[in-house]
């Protein structure tokens, strides 16, 4: 290799040498197979020629995309076989990982095209070609050999394909609640108009979803048990951490064994409990439920009062300080990120719970909470009719709690790090 300066970047000539060759198979696979039609196949090269005779639209840039980013990474591969230095290297390894990402998202645009193209009306994933797969496979071998030249962290690569795959479906449900076309299915990514009516539809007064009765019934529940529960957690996890008594570690244990179990076994004992004494179909059921299990939450809570040190409960004793008075004034003012921790976590759980409650209202619709109630909504009969309303439902429910975790989220990090040194 010629002008190969080992010393400035380090490279490493053998996985130099298997990115070249991964960059090239990658282009290759451009003209393999791409598209399994009844009249043969067509590769990705194909299909972009197709194309371009056709009405531009938003999903031809995958294609495109991924065709010219390919292009370029082998031209800039074969740049750096003749002369290698690290922007060569970088710019390389950036074209690459563009490529990567236009070769996965060609996955999510393949029934818009071929139905534009007119080569498929009704293209399905499923019948992706072996040529598609060569193509993002190679195009990833030769971004993490790439990245092992530069001396870059593959574990970028690890994070960003997760943070795709998370982020991938709170965009599509984001994007479907301001879409304009009703229907559960449409076959694109971006919708093709956009409209507030799906959210505004779920507040009106004609509304055949009493969506917002959902939303306070699940309001008063998550706001009841985040302060009973909170309160539960925070007493036991301190007479835990500071107290010793008879039967102390049994206790412990004995609510470590049953917090092993699924909570769902015992769904329909408490059922039928809660049945015989009235409370069935009824929100203070889910409220005296949760209350009745928060005490087996105490292990983190007790793990950060452990980490107090006890010198301050005793020069409090010698002031004449009840255990109640160095709770309330001493502890707790000196355990605010484990406070917001459990608010959180007790909110949360009350406000996302679906398992018991859809089994507890049964057909009480006006007893409903938000996940019982959209979940509703995506009966086989009602989900064509309402999913874009289900939708907008989703992300009215999480916009909340996003800016509620986000908000507190350092102090959330600091009680999960505080309960750690204990």
């Known amino acids: 290799m010629g002008n190969f300066n080992k010393t400035v970047i380090g490279l490493n000539l053998k996985h130099h040498f298997k990115a070249v060759v991964a960059s090239l198979l990658s282009f290759i696979a451009l003209f393999l197979p791409y598209m399994k039609l009844e009249d043969g196949s067509r590769s990705v090269a194909g299909v972009a020629a197709t194309l371009l005779g056709k009405e531009f639209s938003g999903s031809y840039i995958f294609v495109y995309g991924a065709f010219a980013f390919t292009l370029l990474a082998v031209v800039l ?15 390389w390894q950036w074209i690459q990982a563009l490529a990567t990402v236009f070769a996965g998202l060609l996955m999510f645009s393949t029934r818009a095209m071929g139905k534009a193209s007119g080569l498929a009306g009704n293209f399905l ?11 993002f496979v190679a195009s990833l071998v030769a971004l993490i050999f790439i990245m092992n030249v530069t001396k870059t962290n593959v574990g970028y690569i690890a994070l960003s394909v997760l943070g795709v795959i998370w982020l991938f479906p709170i965009l599509w449900i984001v994007l479907t609640a301001f879409r304009a076309e009703q229907g559960y299915y449409v076959g694109y990514f971006i919708p093709r108009g956009f409209t507030f009516d799906n959210f505004i539809n779920l507040f009106t007064n004609n509304s ?13 529940v998550a706001a009841c048990s985040c302060v ?10 301190y007479v835990l951490s500071r107290t010793r008594f008879a039967g102390r570690k049994g206790f412990m244990n004995i609510l470590m064994i049953i917090g092993m179990f699924p909570g769902f076994m015992s769904l329909i004992a408490v059922y039928n409990i809660l049945k015989g004494i009235g409370l069935n179909q009824s929100l203070m059921a889910l409220i005296v439920v949760g209350a009745a299990g928060a005490a087996m939450g ?14 301050i409960d005793e020069a409090a004793i010698i002031d004449g300080a009840s255990r109640l008075q160095i709770f309330l004034h001493v502890t707790l003012p000196l355990s605010k990120s484990i406070i917001v921790y459990t608010v959180l976590g007790s909110f949360l759980g009350a406000w996302s719970d679906y398992i018991f409650p859809s089994m507890l209202f049964g057909d009480k619709q006006s007893s409903y909470t938000v996940a019982v109630g959209l979940y509703w909504l995506t009966d086989f009969k009602r989900i064509d009719t309402y999913y874009t309303q289900f939708a907008a439902g989703a992300v009215i429910v999480a916009l909340p709690i996003v800016i509620l975790f986000v908000w507190l989220q350092r102090f959330y990090v600091e009680g999960l790090s505080g309960s750690v040194k204990g």
């Open 208 to 220: 055949v979803l009493p969506f917002a009765k959902w939303w306070l019934n699940t309001l008063i």
């Open 228 to 237: 009973i529960n909170t309160l539960i957690i925070l007493m036991t996890s």
């Open 298 to 311: 105490y292990h983190v809570s007790k793990g950060f009062f452990d980490t107090i040190p006890k010198a």
């Open 77 to 91: 591969a074969a740049i750096s076989i003749k002369k290698t230095n690290e922007k060569i290297m970088k710019a």
């Open 125 to 135: 994933n499923k019948e992706l070609s072996f040529g598609y797969w060569i193509l």
